[in-house]
C-alpha cells in the first residue's frame, strides 16, 4: 500500500515540474481545453555597436574676469597687465582700462567616437508592437583641442575695442547614458514577421555621467596675469602659468529618439540596424586646484548630441 502511495505521490510531482517547465519556456498562457494561445509577451536582450557623431556649442563661462589693459598708440599694440603692474612699467604705453574675458567666444565641439550599448526589456502582452527597454549606451572618448580657446573683440572701459586671442586647451569628452526607452515595431498580428524588415520608432529619457578632461594652457601669457586663475597652477622660471590636470563628472538628464528596422532570422533571433540622436543640455569643463577643493566654470558644452549609426542583434525569448 505504501509503495503505491510514493509511486503515485512521484508520478504527481513530475506532472507539476513538467507543466512548471513548459510555462517558464513558452510566453503566454493554457486555456481550459489545453489549448495554447500565444499573446505575444517576450522578454528581450540586445546587444549594439556602431560609430557617433558629436556636436555642441561650446559656451564661455568665466563669468567676470576683468583685467587692465595698455596700449601703444602708435603700434596698437595691446597688452595685459599683471598684478601690482601699471602702465608706467612700459615705455610708450598707456592706460585703455580694463576688459573682461568672459565676453570671448570660442570655437563649437564636434567629432566622431565609437558607441555600443545593451538593452534588457519586454514586449508587452496582447500589444506586441511595444516594447519597454532598460538601456546602457557609452560613448567613447572625443578631442576637443583648440588654440586659441577663447578669441574675439572686447571693449574695454577706456574707449578702445581690441582683438584677444587667450588660451589654449587640449582635452577630452565621454558619456554613459542609463535610459528607459519605449520602442513601437511597425507589424500586424502577435508574432514578428520571420525574413521581413520590421521598421520601428522609439523614444525614451535617462540618466547621463559626462566626463571630461582638461589641459588648459597660457601660449599668450596672459591668463598668467590673472590673480583669480592662480590658484589652479603654478609660475614656472619664465612667470607663465603651469595649470593643472583637470578631470569634471557632470551628472545630467538626456533624452533619446531611435529609429530603425530589424530582420527576424529566427523567432529568437533579429538583427537590428538603427539610427540614435541622445541629447544632453550642458556638459562643465572645470578648473581643479592641486588637492581638488577650489574649482572654477572654464567653458560649457551646451546643446550636446550625440547621432549614432548601430547594428545590433535581439533576441527574444
Known amino acids: 500500500m505504501r509503495s503505491r502511495i510514493l509511486h503515485f505521490i512521484i508520478c504527481a510531482c513530475a506532472l507539476n515540474v513538467g507543466t512548471a517547465c513548459a510555462n517558464w519556456q513558452y510566453s503566454g498562457e493554457y486555456t481550459y481545453d489545453m489549448a495554447y494561445r500565444d499573446n505575444g509577451e517576450r522578454a528581450t536582450v540586445s546587444l549594439r555597436g556602431g560609430m557617433t557623431y558629436a556636436m555642441s556649442k561650446i559656451e564661455n563661462n568665466v563669468g567676470s574676469i576683468v583685467t587692465s589693459f595698455c596700449v601703444n598708440r602708435t603700434t596698437g599694440e595691446v597688452i595685459p597687465l599683471g598684478n601690482g603692474e601699471d602702465c608706467s612699467s612700459y615705455s610708450g604705453f598707456e592706460d585703455a582700462g580694463t576688459g573682461n574675458y568672459g565676453k570671448l567666444g570660442a570655437s563649437d565641439l564636434s567629432g ?3 558607441s555600443g550599448g545593451a538593452s534588457i526589456g519586454w514586449v508587452l502582452p496582447d500589444r506586441p508592437q511595444w516594447r519597454l527597454e532598460l538601456g546602457w549606451d557609452h560613448f567613447s572618448e572625443i578631442d576637443y583641442n583648440q588654440s586659441p580657446l577663447f578669441s574675439g573683440n572686447i571693449k574695454l572701459s577706456g574707449g578702445d575695442t581690441i582683438t584677444i586671442e587667450s588660451g589654449a586647451v587640449q582635452s577630452t569628452i565621454s558619456s554613459d547614458i542609463i535610459s528607459v526607452m519605449a520602442y513601437y515595431d511597425f507589424f ?36 598668467s596675469q590673472v590673480e583669480d586663475l592662480t590658484n589652479f597652477g603654478t609660475l614656472n622660471e619664465n612667470g607663465v602659468l603651469q595649470f593643472y590636470r583637470s578631470k569634471t563628472n557632470t551628472s545630467t ?3 533619446i529618439a531611435a529609429l530603425g528596422v530589424s530582420y527576424g532570422l529566427n523567432q529568437y533571433l533579429f538583427l537590428d540596424f538603427g539610427a540614435r540622436v541622445s541629447y544632453i543640455p550642458r556638459v562643465k569643463y572645470r578648473l581643479v586646484n592641486v588637492d581638488d577643493t577650489r574649482r572654477m566654470d572654464l567653458f560649457s558644452a ?16
Open 302 to 317: 551646451k546643446n550636446l548630441f550625440y547621432a549614432n549609426v548601430m547594428l545590433g542583434i535581439r533576441f527574444e525569448f
Open 253 to 255: 538628464v538626456a533624452g
Open 112 to 114: 566622431v567616437a565609437f
Open 188 to 223: 500586424d498580428g502577435v508574432r514578428k514577421p520571420l525574413n521581413e524588415m520590421i521598421p520601428y520608432i522609439g523614444l525614451g529619457f535617462g540618466y547621463a555621467d559626462v566626463k571630461t578632461v582638461m589641459n588648459l594652457s597660457d601660449p599668450w601669457g596672459d591668463l
